[in-house]
């Protein structure tokens, strides 16, 4: 984290709802990714965005969503298609591929 | 498909001895590796990360070796302290790889006193 902020820490959804997590840098990165960790399991990639207004569908995109108009944001929307969104949520961000990715504090997401 | 793992779930180690964490890789192309380390509630820690054409780096109190010949990947760390209690996970490059880095699924690292 560091230059990495994701807001907010723990976020409840109720069923049919969009809600949309926020990560935001100031590292100057030109790729921003979102991966999402279920308890005892690797991250697996949703989305990612190598420059601004550009992005491509990781592994597990459906029910997802995601926007880069600028190089400092890449919010993710969970839709209401997504139906087991309960997940630890992870937004990184590194110089591209095949370079260090680093990681925000993450968003805990829950359905009441 | 390729894919990262780990050998041990679960890893208990007396305060100040070493630890060692171990990662097999399945990809020969791989060319770049990392460590995470992840405390509970946290986004995953850079720890140290190594290229292919390396066979050994080391940090502040670790150290990564690399051999390509059996695909497997450790990582060291010299006098445990609890606050190395964590899960650490490795991650792998593909070169031309649209999926960008590949995680294992980690390792509980657990210091005892």
């Known amino acids: 984290d560091g230059g990495i902020t994701q807001s907010p820490k723990y976020l409840f959804r109720k069923e049919g709802q969009n809600v949309t997590l926020s990560c935001e840098q100031n590292l100057n990165h030109d790729a921003m990714y979102w991966y999402r960790q279920d308890p005892g399991q690797g991250l697996r990639l949703i989305y990612y965005?190598?420059?601004?207004?550009?992005?491509q569908k990781g592994d597990i995109a459906e029910g997802y969503s995601v926007s880069r108009e600028k190089k400092e944001s890449f919010p993710l929307t969970v839709t209401s298609a997504q139906k087991n969104p309960t997940a630890f949520y992870l937004c990184?961000?590194?110089?591209?591929?095949?370079?260090?990715?680093?990681f925000g504090p993450g968003t805990r997401l829950l359905v009441l | 498909g390729e894919s990262v793992g780990l050998h041990l779930p679960t890893l208990s180690v007396q305060e100040g001895d070493n630890s060692i964490i171990n990662c097999a890789y399945s990809?020969?192309?791989?060319?770049?590796f990392i460590w995470y380390k992840q405390e509970s509630g946290k986004g995953p820690q850079f720890i140290i990360d190594?290229?292919?054409?390396?066979d050994k780096r080391q940090g502040q109190r670790v150290t990564v070796l690399l051999n390509k010949t059996v695909k497997h990947l450790s990582l060291q760390i010299a006098a445990t302290q609890p606050g190395d209690s964590a899960v650490y996970f490795c991650?792998?490059?593909?070169?031309?790889?649209?999926?960008?880095?590949?995680f294992g699924s980690g390792t509980q690292l657990t210091v005892l006193p």
């Open positions: 991650a792998e490059n593909m070169p031309g790889s649209a999926r960008q880095l590949t």
């Open positions: 965005s190598q420059i601004v207004n550009d992005f």
């Open positions: 190594i290229r292919s054409n390396m």
């Open positions: 990809n020969s192309a791989s060319d770049y």
């Open positions: 990184a961000t590194g110089q591209g591929r095949g370079e260090t990715q680093y």
